[in-house]
């Protein structure tokens, strides 16, 4: 059974950076498509970013593209999105899920397994 736990998140200021990762368990996430998403208060779920099983190709949202890079390693089973340049839209709880598939898309019914997010606040 493949676990994903979420960290990294806290309160960092605009124009600030942040680091989130996602750990897995039980299983090895070298089968699985891992994407970001992430809610704010009032609004739906949205897809941040995601990556392919091999790491080979990376999708970002266009709100985030160019600060925002996301990455894996899977000796370590983990998955990171590193964040720069923060906006206090960025504001949100963030979620990482894995689909078993080579390729990734940031439609969050395509998930098959999720953690229970971390907060990330953008504030000065």
């Known amino acids: 059974q493949l676990q994903l736990v979420e960290s990294g998140g806290g309160l960092v200021q605009p124009g600030g950076s942040l680091r989130l990762s996602c750990a897995a368990s039980g299983s090895t996430l070298n089968y699985y498509a891992i994407g970001w998403f992430r809610q704010a208060p009032g609004k739906e779920r949205e897809g941040v970013s995601c990556i392919s099983s091999s790491g080979s190709s990376t999708n970002y949202a266009a709100s985030v593209k160019g600060r925002f890079t996301i990455s894996r390693d899977n000796a370590k089973n983990t998955v990171y999105l590193q964040m720069n340049s923060l906006k206090p839209e960025d504001t949100a709880v963030y979620y990482c899920?894995?689909?078993?598939?080579?390729?990734?898309?940031?439609?969050?019914?395509?998930?098959?397994?999720w953690g229970q997010g971390t907060q990330v606040t953008v504030s000065s």
């Open positions: 899920a894995a689909e078993a598939s080579r390729n990734c898309w940031m439609w969050g019914n395509e998930y098959q397994y």
